[in-house]
């Protein structure tokens, strides 16, 4: 089993809907992100969370939620889906043991929104 | 101007061929990290570093902090070797990505 796993792994919704896309982990690191990656851009920070209470904007929230419910769950929403949120999604995780530096990925979540 | 750049965009060589792979950066770091992603869409990590040089079968890292530049090279490659590498570099708190160089080796 992966140790960071995202579900669903591939999803097609229509514009307005609302739509959740979940990422649990088995290392037992404290920190957790979520990434969009469009073509020709470099992964883009949408949310990050350092420990279950603490949640933080990143570069690109808008339009997003998320929900920390455990250590080792972190859920990215869509709250009304639009087309320009097509995108690959990625959960990944590190460790404040290691200053954060180091990563870990999900397989990604590509989302289509028609 | 983007923090992380790649070059080159786009790469193509025939099997065998030594690839390198480079990544500017124009901020301070903690770490560096080479991260492959096959057209499946994966990310998986390659290596971290902070100074100096890793390998790692085929694959080499490099570090030059005070120029800010990391390389990567492929030694031998080969077909499966096909995929995006990514640079990212660690602040503190996050990571940022350069946008990725599209290998493609041929038979």
């Known amino acids: 089993d992966a140790d960071v796993t995202q579900t669903p792994r591939n999803r097609i919704t229509k514009t307005g809907k609302r739509i959740m896309l979940e990422c649990s982990q088995t290392k037992g690191h404290d920190r957790m992100y979520w990434y969009r990656q469009d073509p020709g851009l470099g992964l883009r920070l949408i949310y990050y969370?350092?420990?279950?209470?603490?949640?933080n904007k990143g570069e690109i929230s808008d339009g997003y939620s998320v929900s920390r419910q455990a250590q080792a769950k972190f859920s990215l929403s869509l709250e009304s889906a639009i087309p320009n949120q097509t995108a690959l999604y990625f959960c990944?995780?590190?460790?404040?043991?290691?200053?954060?530096?180091?990563?870990?990925f999900g397989q990604g979540t590509r989302l289509t929104v028609v | 101007k983007n923090e992380v750049e790649q070059s080159p965009q786009n790469l193509t060589a025939q099997e065998g061929e030594f690839i390198t792979i480079n990544c500017s950066y124009s901020?301070?770091?903690?770490?560096l990290h080479w991260l492959q992603q096959h057209p499946g869409g994966g990310i998986v990590s390659l290596f971290m570093l902070s100074s100096g040089k890793k390998k790692h079968g085929r694959l080499i890292a490099t570090i030059n902090i005070q120029e800010k530049h990391s390389s990567l090279h492929i030694t031998a490659s080969h077909p499966r070797d096909s995929a995006v590498y990514i640079c990212a570099v660690a602040d503190t708190d996050k990571l940022i990505f350069g946008t990725g160089t599209r290998l493609q080796v041929f038979p």
């Open positions: 901020v301070g770091i903690s770490a």
């Open positions: 990944a995780t590190s460790t404040s043991r290691t200053g954060g530096t180091e990563a870990f």
């Open positions: 969370s350092f420990d279950v209470k603490d949640i």
